[in-house]
């Protein structure tokens, strides 16, 4: 066992390590591990390696549910992991969790961290018959990766936590609530509102039908029919990976709406929330929404879906109004409200960031994550300043 304990992080795609859970591995790092990332290399290789990890290309492909593509990907990151020997390992979301815990089984790995981000139309049954059918598939390959020793669960709301518990899937003593990687309060600091009118909506976002994007163009296009100057921005692009992704058509019958304006993927989502008076989710359904967070730390007032995961950071009353997924006509209720509202808007501003100082910020989460990476690893790696259980 070397000096520095090695952890290896596992997830699909490098834009996604990038995108999600860099703020974690620098905790990590600066905690004296050796980081390693295994993952599907696309663009993000020497962005990754410039904060000091080493990064591990796997050949699997996200959405593939292909059994021999399966078992090929489950030997290749066993015979990662044998060859690697890290002493702990972190895989995040379901596909990662799934044949990445097969494959820790398989070679030996000691301590192991499941992160589920979500839990998706597969597991859940919403999809169409290919995703219920790789549910019954993947429903009992969770139950015995999420029991293995000297392993724990980490889930991003309280929701999926009681859903995987009651159905038997996951113990209880094993589960742990910890909000993604946070969000760097540093770097997204509260920004003044733009000038209105027109009031500007922001949503940024995958442009997937989960995601709610077309019953919130719809809301949009009701407050301007009844004469309000309010515009949209809709900020992402479509995901061909993903069952639910738009069309082009629909790109192109928004585009030509009035108001409406789809910039694409943005690098830096301040740029988004400078132009923005309020920010809206309407997804289905979310593990923890990383837009919403960045948009609360820039200190906006939010409308979102009254659903698993948005409920987490958009707090009814307090900082957010919430409304039933699938319905355009009260979002453009809760919509209208903010809109004509500015008192509301910077109350429920001043909340966002405050719930994100709170508990929220990466170095917190980092703080917590990295606690819990010692405690799994046990002896091996004593901690210096031991300290309560995390919750």
Not at 63 to 91: F, K, M, Q
Not at 178 to 206: F, K, N
Request: net charge positive; aromatic share 4%.
């Amino acid at each position: 066992m070397s000096a520095k304990p090695k952890l290896i992080y596992l997830v699909t795609e490098d834009w996604y390590f990038w995108s999600h859970r860099l703020p974690m591995a620098r905790a990590a790092r600066d905690a004296g591990f050796e980081i390693a990332v295994a993952t599907r290399v696309d663009k993000h290789r020497d962005r990754i390696a410039g904060e000091g990890f080493r990064v591990l290309p796997l050949s699997w492909s996200r959405r593939s549910i292909n059994p021999a593509g399966t078992l090929s990907a489950v030997a290749e990151i066993a015979a990662l992991y044998r060859r690697e020997a890290p002493d702990i390992v972190h895989h995040v979301a379901m596909k990662p969790v799934l044949l990445g815990g097969l494959a820790a089984g398989l070679a030996g790995v000691p301590a192991v961290v499941n992160a589920l981000t979500g839990l998706g139309s597969a597991f859940l049954g919403t999809g169409g018959l290919k995703s219920r059918v790789a549910g019954a598939v993947a429903r009992p390959l969770l139950r015995t990766v999420l029991k293995r020793p000297n392993s724990v669960t980490v889930l991003q709301n309280e929701d999926d936590r009681k859903m995987l518990v009651a159905a038997g899937l996951l113990p209880d003593e094993r589960a742990r609530i910890i909000r993604g990687s946070g969000v760097d309060t540093m770097h997204y600091q509260v920004l003044p509102e733009p000038p209105a009118p027109p009031v500007t909506v922001g949503c940024v976002a995958r442009l997937l039908a989960d995601k709610g994007v077309g019953p919130l163009v719809e809301a949009q296009q009701r407050l301007r029919a009844k004469g309000l100057d309010v515009n949209l921005i809709l900020a992402g692009t479509p995901d061909p990976e993903n069952p639910t992704s738009v069309t082009q058509a629909e790109l192109e019958r928004w585009s030509a709406l009035p108001g409406v304006e789809l910039p694409g993927h943005i690098t830096d989502v301040r740029e988004v929330w400078a132009r923005c008076h309020v920010a809206v989710l309407a997804s289905r359904r979310e593990g923890l929404p990383k837009s919403l967070l960045e948009a609360a730390a820039c200190g906006r007032a939010i409308v979102a879906t009254d659903v698993p995961g948005c409920r987490e950071v958009a707090h009814a009353g307090e900082n957010a109004l919430l409304v039933p997924p699938d319905d355009p006509a009260a979002l453009a209720d809760a919509l209208e409200v903010l809109v004509r509202d500015a008192a509301m808007r910077a109350r429920f501003g001043a909340a966002s960031r405050r719930m994100v100082e709170s508990d929220m910020a990466s170095d917190r989460v980092g703080a917590k994550t990295v606690e819990l990476y010692r405690r799994l690893m046990g002896a091996a790696f004593p901690m210096t300043n031991p300290v309560a259980e995390v919750s």
